[in-house]
């Protein structure tokens, strides 16, 4: 399963934009996502693992790592922006450190027992970047340098950063500003000089150096190619050249360094077709001999250093005896092998230092061109085996696996030159043979009890940074504070310069206070705070950036910053104009977090109105949250209780889980809805205070005569009627002669008598004018009050029809003490319905209904006295 991690160059300069229209950022995305789709066609690319890093800090700069999905990692890769240093080597480290946080964890590496290049997890990283100058907080660097500390436990192990099945690819963009008039060059596609392209060398990979979109199409596809499953092995010639062929031409023999002597290259690790992983038997020797008394371990270098001879041998091979078979990835040493055509000889390689008492080390397999000449493999054997295949083909053939003393004897002298660690496989080749006796029981390596406790010491801490890494990955950075105070060198402060203060002093014609003895070292830690949180700190401009032609605007937007910067000003007023409204695309359609964003609005000042829900992109969107249907097919808000309620004393409520339509009072044909208790009669009048009773006294005289009622007649008797002031609100009830005759000498403008309860309440009326109100004043202040006690009802009994439930009885209760005429009762009463119908309150409709037509039905029977 390999794994493909992008390198995405997220500095400031990738913003420039090409001929093409777009930044450099943009084509490193289409980049990708091109690469995916032609990796797509491949069959073997479902075990594929993608990782995203980009150049910010760690663990920031790790957008989507070992447990995050494809579409995160296409989600991550569309938000990357260019906005920051180029990094590459911190960049580079991180990708690495990445890439090992599970090696030691699973004991792919196996460390110290020898190399198995059946063992491994091939990964290939992908560096987009515009291979620009390597910057730092530090400064600009000349050459690429990983940093050398690193919180990945183990690293000390290997001399590098990286492993032999980990190699590195860049895409150096190229593409000019302005479409070039000359014919691109075919051909293959150059590597680059940039800093990164020997970093691409040293792992195994190669630069691209990209001109063009063709040539980008055409890196992405050889990179598809470059997807194998191997390791990198560093082969070096040892000893002198092969002899030239007898047909060669004199020319073809040069002396001094050949490209082949030395190579750098790939070998196939083909996995099993059967079960899809590679299989192997035999190590590649470690470059020491190892102690099982040394406390530590020597570190090993990435990539093994194999030194071949070119001295012709005879291949060996024994029918039962396992061996391992690699190809070499072509490269200057196949195609000089090749060209020998001599597929029945073969090169034997060593690896320095792995034996006890050789420097150069015994062979440990050879490379032997193929029957057909088109491909060079590596074989791998058991160590030494020139001395220890002879004696398992005469222990098969000769002894029939009946071995003699002196074979014995010959065998342990062997296993005296052979490392320790070779032990493990040479028990499972004996058993593959059919031998399985010949070694020991009791013949074990292993490793030093010091270095074991080490090695599982580092399991455990790569454990736990393996699982704190997962936990931040996709974590935002936190925003800046302010603005760091960054140490200078101790030269003298611009405020405490003399040309400074002189300036200033023209400029305000005030001179500067002394300056105080600063130690500047004391504000290293220092911020300078942000007033506005919005507002994203920035570095100092270059200078020299500025074009002339923008010096002078420049210059006023820096005095504007200097003196209007501090005064409390939103962020948003001291932007350029032309940015106020500017918007990326990808947050236009963002209309959530705008309305997160936004100040709360202010309450309607009609509350009548139902609240209006926006809309946006769908106006049929209904709110239904909340909303149910019991069984009695009524809507009820909010969440409904499934268990029995409190009863609240008016038993229209049912304590089981089903409800029962009540009989409302109002549904009685021929009778009208009476509260159950009446009000209190009014008390006696207080001398010093006003009397309430006044105001009902001026509005059922205005009811009164609106209403046709005459002074002597009492059109709807009804001998339960309670008496009592609110009974007086009513506008069907007959009044008192003595009422009437005081509205009767108001409106006339004559004083009552002195004497009496009409006489004692105009007397007790405080803040009155001395004059008498006329009868448009005073009917414009019945109004005012109606309108008044109205709203107030209206408030109250629209906060008891949001109440769930089927408590209706004050509702009807407010409604019987409704003042105004009687299109003022009907228009009131329809809202009360409009608004029941809000709620989707059904039966209440009903009832209120029912309720309008009795009070039409009296109207008309009022009509009916009057014309009699």
Not at 78 to 83: F, H, I
Not at 651 to 656: C, D, F, I, N, R
Request: charged share 25%.
């Amino acid at each position: 399963m390999p794994v493909l991690l992008f390198l995405i160059d997220t500095s400031a300069s990738m913003n420039q934009r090409t001929h093409l229209g777009t930044t450099y950022l943009d084509i490193a995305k289409g980049a990708v996502e091109t690469f995916m789709k032609l990796r797509g066609r491949d069959p073997a690319s479902r075990g594929d693992r993608y990782m995203l890093v980009s150049y910010e800090d760690v663990p920031f700069g790790i957008k989507a790592g070992w447990k995050e999905s494809h579409a995160t990692f296409m989600t991550e890769l569309r938000n990357l922006q260019a906005a920051g240093l180029t990094t590459v080597g911190q960049a580079l480290r991180t990708a690495f450190d990445l890439l090992n946080l599970n090696r030691l964890v699973t004991g792919i590496d196996n460390y110290g027992q020898g190399r198995n290049p059946f063992f491994l997890e091939p990964a290939i990283i992908i560096a987009i970047t515009d291979g620009n100058k390597l910057t730092s907080s530090g400064g600009v660097q000349e050459e690429l340098h990983l940093p050398l500390t690193t919180p990945l436990p183990g690293s000390e192990l290997t001399k590098e950063p990286f492993r032999w099945d980990q190699r590195l690819f860049a895409l150096v963009l190229r593409i000019s500003g302005n479409a070039s008039v000359e014919p691109e060059p075919l051909g293959g596609v150059p590597p680059d000089d940039s800093p990164i392209t020997p970093m691409c060398e040293v792992t195994g990979g190669r630069s691209y150096s990209v001109f063009s979109q063709r040539m980008l199409n055409q890196c992405l596809e050889s990179l598809v190619q470059k997807i194998q499953s191997g390791v990198v092995i560093n082969f070096e010639k040892t000893g002198p050249d092969p002899p030239p062929l007898e047909d060669a031409p004199p020319e073809a023999v040069k002396s001094g360094p050949q490209a082949w002597h030395c190579c750098h290259k790939l070998i196939y690790v083909r996995p099993n077709p059967k079960t899809g992983v590679p299989i192997g038997h035999w190590p590649v020797p470690e470059a020491f001999w190892p102690d099982q008394n040394s406390p530590t371990l020597p570190p090993r270098s990435a990539h093994p250093h194999v030194r071949f001879s070119c001295l012709d041998a005879e291949p060996m091979v024994i029918d039962k005896v396992p061996f391992d078979k690699y190809e070499l990835e072509p490269s200057p040493l196949t195609q000089f092998i090749l060209e020998r055509k001599s597929p029945h000889t073969c090169w034997q390689v060593f690896v320095c230092n792995s034996a006890k008492y050789s420097d150069l080390g015994q062979p440990f397999g050879y490379l032997k061109a193929s029957t057909a000449l088109n491909c060079v493999n590596l074989f791998v054997m058991p160590y030494n085996y020139p001395v220890l295949l002879p004696l398992l083909d005469d222990l098969i053939k000769v002894h029939k696996f009946k071995p003699t003393l002196k074979w014995r004897q010959s065998f342990e002298n062997y296993l005296k030159t052979m490392p320790p660690y070779y032990i493990g496989a040479l028990r499972k080749a004996l058993r593959i043979m059919g031998a399985p006796n010949l070694l020991a029981e009791n013949m074990e390596y292993g490793l030093s009890y010091s270095v074991v406790s080490y090695l599982k010491k580092l399991s455990q801490q790569t454990k736990i940074e393996y699982d704190r890494l997962i936990a931040s990955v996709g974590k935002k950075p936190p925003p800046e504070a302010g603005i760091k105070v960054r140490w200078r060198g101790g030269g003298i402060s611009v405020a405490q310069r003399r040309d400074f203060v002189q300036q200033l002093q023209s400029v305000t014609g005030e001179a500067p206070a002394p300056p105080l003895e600063l130690n500047p070292k004391e504000f290293q830690g220092f911020q300078l705070a942000l007033l506005s949180k919005g507002l994203k700190p920035q570095s100092f401009r270059n200078p020299y950036d500025v074009p002339r032609s923008h010096l002078l605007d420049q210059l006023s937007r820096m005095r504007r910053n200097l003196l209007h910067g501090g005064d409390g000003l939103p962020a948003a007023s001291r932007r350029p104009p032309d940015l106020l409204h500017s918007v990326p695309i990808a947050q236009m359609g963002n209309y959530q977090d705008f309305l997160k964003a936004a100040p709360q609005p202010l309450r309607d000042a009609d509350p009548e109105q139902p609240k209006r829900l926006h809309t946006f992109g769908n106006p049929f969107k209904l709110d239904k949250k909340g909303m149910m249907i019991d069984e009695a097919d009524e809507f009820v808000t909010g969440p409904q209780n499934k268990g029995k309620r409190p009863a609240d004393g008016g038993g229209l409520t049912g304590g089981g889980p089903k409800r029962r339509r009540c009989m409302s009072p109002l549904l009685r044909l021929g009778r009208a809805y009476t509260p159950p208790v009446s009000p209190p009669a009014s008390p006696r009048p207080i001398a010093g205070k006003p009397r309430p009773l006044l105001l009902l006294n001026v509005l059922l005289i205005n009811h009164l005569d609106q209403n046709h009622c005459g002074s002597d007649g009492d059109p709807d008797p009804d001998p339960d009627r309670p008496s009592g002031p609110a009974h007086l609100q009513e506008n069907h009830t007959a009044a008192d002669p003595q009422l009437l005759r005081l509205g009767d000498e108001e409106e006339n403008g004559r004083p009552p008598p002195p004497g009496g309860e009409a006489g004692a309440d105009l007397l007790l009326l405080d803040d009155q004018p001395p004059r008498f109100l006329s009868p448009a004043a005073l009917k414009k202040h019945i109004h005012t009050e109606t309108t008044k006690v109205n709203n107030e009802l209206r408030a109250l009994i629209t906060k008891e029809i949001r109440k769930p439930g089927r408590h209706y009885e004050k509702i009807f209760l407010l409604l019987k003490q409704i003042q105004g005429t009687l299109d003022t009762r009907l228009v009131f009463l329809q809202n009360i319905i409009k608004e029941a119908a809000r709620f989707k309150k059904r039966v209440l409709i009903e009832q209120l209904e029912n309720f309008l037509e009795e009070i039409h039905s009296r109207a008309n029977n009022m009509n009916h006295v009057d014309s009699l």
